[in-house]
């Protein structure tokens, strides 16, 4: 039973528009949940997190916004840039559980076209 | 120091080998993880140290046999591999316990079976 979901594999968009990845969950438990971006033969590099208490994280060009009756995740790049292409995993864990409990969406592929 | 180091960063061996990986880390994480990743695939849990001791081995056959000497190391030790155990090892680290938990991972070890 997967999760945490990432429906698109692939997302394309142009440089200086806005990219949109998405996310949905089934473990209403999970009250953490964080963005990670990777480059191909590196490790994956944390991007942005955010609470369940709360509904929206920005942090520079990136914003996360929580939806938590729909259990849904998004992260909105803006403006996207060349160097964004990568694959982007969505992931969550529940705080009081223990350290395992780190579950991984299967990635979403971005590719910004200059 | 907010780097999660590993060596090496690509490693070829044969069937009959024994290597280790290495994984280092400065950021006083009690928790340190083995994460095993395909291609285009989430990373895989393999085990969790917590505070210096083995608390999930998600199992993984004995050819693999973690080892944390310390706090901040966190070793890999290889044996009698198989071909389709080539992947990309990844390390990472993180506070055990509570919210807010941000797992820092490490760019891998490229490793190829022959």
């Known amino acids: 039973d997967q999760q945490v979901k990432q429906n698109s594999p692939s997302l394309s968009v142009q440089e200086g528009r806005i990219s949109i990845l998405n996310c949905d969950y089934t473990?209403?438990?999970?009250?953490?949940f964080l963005w990670y971006k990777k480059y191909p033969a590196e490790g994956p590099t944390f991007l942005i997190s955010i609470s369940s208490i709360k509904d929206k994280n920005e942090d520079g060009r990136f914003t996360v916004f929580l939806n938590k009756s729909a259990k849904h995740l998004s992260l909105h790049i803006v403006p996207s840039q060349p160097g964004d292409s990568a694959v982007y995993f969505c992931?969550?864990?529940?705080?009081?559980?223990?350290?395992?409990?780190?579950?991984f969406g299967s990635g979403t592929q971005l590719t910004v076209l200059p | 120091d907010t780097e999660v180091t590993q060596t090496p960063k690509h490693l070829v061996m044969g069937m009959t080998n024994k290597k280790s990986l290495k994984c280092e880390q400065h950021?006083?994480?009690?928790?340190m993880y083995w994460y095993k990743q395909k291609a285009k695939k989430p990373p895989e849990l393999m085990f969790v140290y917590s505070y210096e001791k083995l608390s999930i081995n998600e199992s993984v056959p004995s050819r693999f046999s973690p080892e944390c000497p310390n706090s901040s190391l966190l070793n890999l030790h290889l044996h009698a591999l198989q071909p389709e155990d080539s992947a990309l090892y990844l390390c990472?680290?993180?506070?055990?316990?509570?919210?807010?938990?941000?797992?820092?991972f490490g760019s891998g070890t490229r490793l190829t079976v022959v």
């Open positions: 990472a680290s993180s506070q055990p316990l509570g919210t807010r938990r941000i797992y820092t």
């Open positions: 473990n209403s438990m999970f009250d953490y």
């Open positions: 950021m006083g994480h009690r928790a």
């Open positions: 992931a969550a864990y529940l705080s009081s559980g223990s350290a395992r409990q780190l579950t």
